[in-house]
């Protein structure tokens, strides 16, 4: 987006009738938007880290990545939270049936074979 964020305003046409139009945004707030996804990208980047390296499952790649939290996942899974919390863990990420990992690969939009094989997606990222 090379630092624009675009806006939707209201303003008076030559009849005095209000329309939509685009606003190149607002310099200040911008540049707050692009540290804000930097900040984002960071955290992906470190979550990634910590999956390739078995700390934690790829389940909170996927998640951080998607910016959702436990609760919105879970919700979007139809599991209770502290499911979705074991999953974090890698031996029990491990441990997961097809049926909850498909769940999961849904949600995030990518294959089943994807998060199954995380490690190759993640190397590559």
Not at 45 to 51: F, G, L, Y
């Amino acid at each position: 987006m090379e630092g624009r964020f675009e806006d939707v305003c209201y303003a008076l046409d030559e009849n005095g009738n209000y329309v939509a139009v685009l606003s190149k945004g607002w310099s200040p707030k911008n540049e707050a938007m692009l540290q804000a996804w930097d900040l984002i990208r960071e955290k992906v980047d470190k979550i990634r880290q910590d999956v390739l390296s078995g700390k934690i499952s790829p389940i909170a790649y996927y998640m951080e990545k998607n910016i959702m939290d436990i609760k919105l996942l879970a919700d979007y899974v139809e599991l209770p939270k502290r499911k979705v919390r074991k999953h974090l863990n890698p031996e029990k990420f491990a441990q997961l049936e097809d049926e909850i990992l498909q769940r999961y690969a849904e949600t995030f939009e990518i294959s089943l074979e994807e998060l199954k094989n995380y490690r190759d997606t993640l190397t590559r990222s």
